[in-house]
């Protein structure tokens, strides 16, 4: 009995472990932070007409998910912006 027990307070402790790992943990940066970052990048940056375009429509995407609270794929979106820009 004291086996059957201990075994399902395992596969409890077990189950518990992986929905932990499963939830996805919030982005270090809210996405206004990044998003203000993003902004003092583009204000400097030089780039080509097709990379001014590439950049706004994330941005715009990035501004939608961030009204969505969704500062995950927002800051992804920021980020890709970035890594366009450079920075």
Not at 54 to 69: G, I, S
């Amino acid at each position: 009995m004291k086996t059957i027990v201990a075994a399902a307070v395992l596969n409890g402790v077990a189950a518990l472990g992986f929905l932990a790992l499963s939830i996805p943990a919030h982005s270090a940066v809210p996405c206004e932070e990044m998003l203000k970052d993003m902004r003092a990048a583009k204000a400097g940056a030089k780039l080509s007409d097709a990379d001014v375009q590439k950049v706004n429509d994330l941005e715009t995407k990035a501004v939608e998910r961030c009204n969505a609270d969704d500062d995950t794929r927002s800051d992804k979106f920021l980020a890709e912006a970035m890594k366009i820009m450079g920075k």
